[in-house]
Structure formats: C-alpha cells, structure tokens
T-cell receptor, first 114, second 110 residues
Framework: KAGVTQTPRYLIKTRGQQVTLSCSPISGHRSVSWYQQTPGQGLQFLFEYFSETQRNKGNFPGRFSGRQFSNSRSEMNVSTLELGDSALYLC?????????????FGAGTRLSVL | GQQLNQSPQSMFIQEGEDVSMNCTSSSIFNTWLWYKQDPGEGPVLLIALYKAGELTSNGRLTAQFGITRKDSFLNISASIPSDVGIYFCAGNSGTYKYIFGTGTRLKVLA
C-alpha cells in the first residue's frame, strides 16, 4: 500500500506570492491533517479535514487555508507569503478504528520564502 | 501553539548504550504515539499506545503509556548509529488533533 504522498518536495517562493501544496493520503484514509514544522516552533497543527470538511483548526492566520476533495486528496494554500512561512509542511493521513487513530506522515514539502 | 514537554532535548550516547526519553502533558490523553524523524523527511511511526499502563515493544524500542495518562516513555536498547534522528511523542485526547512534543535529538557515537 502506498504511503502518504506530498508534492512538490521543494518550493522556493518570494514574499507576497501564494503557494499550493498537495497531499495524497494512504488509500482508505479519510482524515488528512496538515502541520508546519520549524526549528524554533516544532510541529504545529494547521488543520484537519475529514470527508471534505474541516474538523479541526490550529492557531494560524487566515492566509493558511486548505481543502479536501471527494477522493480524500487535500491541498493547502498559503497566500501573501511571509519570510516566516519558510518551513517544512507535513501532511498526515489517518483512519480511525474505534478509539484508535494513528497518523502517518508524508515526506513533507520544504517551502523557502525569499 | 501547544506542545508537550519532552526530555531530554538532546543526547549524545555511545553505540550499545540504552536510551530513555519521556514526554509529559498537562492534559489526559487517550493515545500516545512515538515517531522518529530523519533530516529532511517526515516522521515515521514507531509505536502506538492506547491505554494507561500499556507497555509495547517494536524491536529494540519499548514505549509505555503512563498510568496517569499524562505521560509516556520511550526506551531504546543497545543503540546503533542508525538510531540517530529526532524522536517525537504525540498525544491525542480523542479530538483527531494531535499535540506533539518538542523532540529529542539523539546522536550516537560509534
């Protein structure tokens, strides 16, 4: 079974631009979560989608948005990029079995904002 | 954002030594997960724990779900050079939102 696939792996953008990242979850997983990872802040939760609906949201500004499609693939968009948005963006997919909910991560998209 | 307290932050050990790290929370969790992350890659799941007191092993790795449900521990026995990386704990209280630890950076000296 293929793992979580994130594209692209690397991106370089300039301030003010916008960017879209893509995540294809493990087959059968309906929940997709997005995280931002920086050396100073660690792994910070952005949002989680399930069946095309955002279920949870972290404390990020409205410039960060996402969506999920009917095939569970998800995209994350960041508008009006700032230097501080440079980070590794990780996507995790999960499936719940009763009370068990395990997240599996993709390799991430490394975004550099110049 | 919210993070779990994970310690130690980093450690240098000799190959063959055992390693212990832990994670504490102010909240009660239903699930604890432990991940390892190599540079430039996403975290890879090592062990999942689902109930208080649970002790689970994965090869040389053993993790425990604390009985208070506010902490978890990871032990690595007989460390080898490929154990190098950053280890993260993550807790979930049933809301599908995981809170991650600050990470333990492990370096193994051959």
């Amino acid at each position: 079974k293929a793992g979580v696939t994130q594209t692209p792996r690397y991106l370089i953008k300039t301030r003010g631009q916008q960017v879209t990242l893509s995540c294809s979850p493990i087959s059968g997983h309906r929940s997709v979560s997005w995280y931002q990872q920086t050396p100073g802040q660690g792994l910070q939760f952005l949002f989680e989608y399930f069946s095309e609906t955002q279920r949870n949201k972290g404390n990020f500004p409205g410039r960060f948005s996402g969506r999920q499609f009917s095939n569970s693939r998800s995209e994350m968009n960041v508008s009006t990029l700032e230097l501080g948005d440079s980070a590794l963006y990780l996507c995790a997919s999960s499936v719940s079995t009763g009370t068990k909910n395990i997240q599996y991560f993709g390799a991430g998209t490394r975004l550099s904002v110049l | 954002g919210q993070q779990l307290n994970q310690s130690p932050q980093s450690m240098f050990i000799q190959e063959g030594e055992d390693v212990s790290m832990n994670c504490t929370s102010s909240s009660i969790f239903n699930t604890w997960l432990w991940y390892k992350q190599d540079p430039g890659e996403g975290p890879v799941l090592l062990i999942a724990l689902y109930k208080a007191g649970e002790l689970t092993s994965n090869g040389r790795l053993t993790a425990q779900f604390g009985i208070t449900r506010k902490d978890s521990f990871l032990n690595i026995s007989a460390s080898i050079p490929s154990d190098v990386g950053i280890y993260f704990c993550a807790g979930n209280s049933g809301t599908y939102k995981y809170i991650f630890g600050t990470g333990t950076r492990l370096k193994v000296l051959a």
